[in-house]
């Protein structure tokens, strides 16, 4: 079992930066695929980044050059930088575990989850 505590989000204003974290206990991460999605009100949960754990990353158009994925497996933790923030990025921010080999960009390539954590942006 692995488990994902997600921290960092809070309120920034349009044009600001947040850096998300997700810490994991349970098991090493450095075998597992890693990845960001969100979810804001009255939507569906849509993927954000993603980071192999051969450490390629992967990211949603909407979110491409402003945002960045890594990982420090030492300190079996991922981030997600966020720079330029937009009002449309206001979600819930998940971070996800996943067996290498699965799919990147869909939620049934993950099989543990963090609680998710809130970040909203004003205009």
């Known amino acids: 079992q692995v488990q994902l505590v997600g921290s960092g989000g809070g309120l920034v204003q349009a044009g600001g930066s947040l850096r998300l974290s997700c810490a994991a206990s349970?098991?090493?991460?450095?075998?597992?695929?890693m990845g960001w999605f969100r979810q804001a009100p009255g939507k569906e949960r849509e993927f954000v980044a993603a980071?192999?754990?051969?450490?390629?990353?992967y990211y949603a158009d909407s979110v491409k050059d402003r945002f960045t994925i890594s990982r420090n497996d030492a300190k079996n933790t991922i981030y997600l930088q966020m720079y330029t923030l937009k009002p449309e990025d206001t979600a819930v921010y998940y971070c996800?575990?996943?067996?290498?080999?699965?799919?990147?960009?869909?939620?049934?390539?993950?099989?543990?989850w963090g609680q998710g954590t809130q970040v909203t942006v004003s205009s």
């Open positions: 349970g098991r090493t991460l450095s075998s597992y695929n």
């Open positions: 980071i192999s754990w051969i450490r390629g990353t």
């Open positions: 996800a575990a996943g067996p290498s080999g699965r799919v990147l960009f869909t939620q049934s390539g993950y099989d543990y």
